[in-house]
């Protein structure tokens, strides 16, 4: 933005660009002029204003849901002395913010996509708490230092090491669903595949649904020629070539799909109705690509063929492979080792209490869904009081690894061929699961946090 002219500095207009980009960059602190070293709490309420969408577009930017982006855009209004009060979704936000003299000025502010990064989304919660501890006496300068310096923070991960991270994920996700060590080696290396090339084509904007087509093409392909390479060298069952699904799991929108229920569990229907809508156009688009692929590859799942392990093997067994899966989504979500971590322990406890009652109990698979969503909330409840780091990024890692991507494929896979009655049963207990997961969640918050558990 740049000033209109010399006698309108409060005027802002359009800095004509040629980019042929669709969606133009804000250049935030050309709206504070020659302020900057102004107190944030005595500047114009448009200043003010300013710097309270910054905050909410960031924390939106970084995968958190519309209740955690309101409430740290309420905590930053009160701290500068005006009310706020905001429309949120996916990747917009329309706001209006009202000073003690009854004047307002609104804005609406949007994003080019979304994503996830749940590094990002601590720094931010950690700023946050320190301007409302300081009581909001910053310069403009340092606010916009601090967010400069959080909004260029690089990747933490080269596109190889998030690609091993999609690798040991859907190994330990493949596991889980009944695969043995030849699924396990297969589905590591086209879900490492699938997920460098995915990030490739993010680095280059390239837009969401042609990004998951090509990566889960290309996961699935190489799942079955590493297959077959090891099928010409040691003599394994065809059945294993099943495992093929585990492969292309890398794509499952767990944080939408969590926050979604989250949101609309506080009213904010327009972020959560959004963000459902996005989670199910990607499982779409994914199960219907590797359905694609299958027909292509004369691929028909099946049941996994039994592992023969004791009870007690088994239980040790998910406990590590539940820790790979939650560590490796959390690495894909940009979250430093040690929150990986965190979340790892969280899910491997979570997700192994969920298949040993789904396993060994007459426990539905939906409510040993909801006891294992539960748990995962519990336990990062305790644990972020200790470590200090958002509930969101322990929680929805953690149970991402109990999504039923499984189901979801069979349910399109078996629509695809117009076996109807086969394509529900499976829909129906994909969606019986995803709806519990947030319950679960939801029943954690109501119950160690007073603040969501309380509307208004």
Not at 317 to 337: D, E, H, K, T, Y
């Amino acid at each position: 933005m740049n000033k209109q002219d010399e006698n309108s500095s409060d005027v802002l207009t359009p800095v004509p660009t040629l980019s042929h980009h669709h969606h133009m960059r804000i250049r935030w602190k050309e709206f504070f002029n020659n302020e900057n070293d102004s107190l944030a709490k005595d500047v114009t309420l448009e200043q003010k204003s300013v710097i309270v969408g910054h905050i909410g577009l960031m924390l939106l930017s970084y995968g958190t849901g519309a209740w955690r982006v309101r409430s740290s855009m309420n905590t930053m209004a009160r701290a500068l002395g005006i009310t706020c009060s905001a429309d949120i979704g996916l990747v917009s936000l329309s706001y209006t913010c009202i000073d003690h003299d009854g004047k307002s000025f609104s804005q609406s502010l949007s994003l080019p996509t979304t994503g996830v990064n749940t590094t990002k989304l601590a720094k931010m919660e950690q700023f946050v708490s320190e301007f409302k501890a300081d009581g909001g006496n910053w310069t403009i300068s340092k606010i916009h230092n601090r967010l400069d310096k959080i909004s260029s923070m690089k990747a933490q991960y080269s596109p190889v090491q998030v690609a091993l991270a999609s690798g040991l994920a859907c190994g330990g996700f493949i596991f889980l669903l009944g695969g043995g060590i030849f699924e396990v080696i297969c589905a590591f290396l086209g879900a490492m595949c699938g997920q460098f090339v995915r990030r490739k084509m993010a680095d280059h904007k390239i837009t969401i649904l042609a990004n998951i087509a090509i990566a889960v093409t290309v996961a699935c392909c190489v799942y079955v020629a590493a297959f077959l390479i090891i099928r010409a060298i040691y003599p394994i069952s065809l059945r294993r070539l099943d495992g093929y699904i585990g492969a292309m799991l890398f794509v499952i929108p767990g944080f939408p799909f969590i926050t979604a229920g989250l949101d609309m569990s506080k009213l904010d229907m327009r972020s959560g109705l959004e963000r459902l809508t996005y989670a199910i156009m990607i499982i779409v688009v994914a199960t219907a690509v590797g359905w694609g692929v299958a027909l292509g590859l004369n691929l028909h799942p099946q049941d996994f063929l039994p592992l023969g392990l004791s009870p007690w093997l088994m239980t040790l067994l998910r406990l590590l492979a539940s820790f790979c899966g939650v560590f490796g989504f959390s690495i894909m979500f940009n979250s430093q080792p040690r929150m990986a971590a965190v979340a790892g322990i969280i899910g491997a406890f979570a997700n192994t209490l969920r298949l040993s009652l789904t396993d060994w109990t007459l426990v539905p698979p939906a409510v040993a869904a909801f006891v294992g969503a539960l748990l995962a909330g519990l336990l990062a409840s305790v644990i972020r009081k200790k470590v200090g780091y958002p509930r969101i990024a322990l929680t929805v890692p953690s149970i991402v690894i109990m999504v039923p991507g499984l189901y979801m494929y069979r349910a399109m896979f078996n629509l695809g061929l117009t076996s109807i009655n086969e394509g529900a049963l499976w829909g129906v207990k994909a969606i019986m699961i995803v709806l519990a997961l947030p319950l679960g969640l939801i029943t954690a918050r109501i119950i160690a946090d007073k603040d969501w558990r309380h509307a208004g």
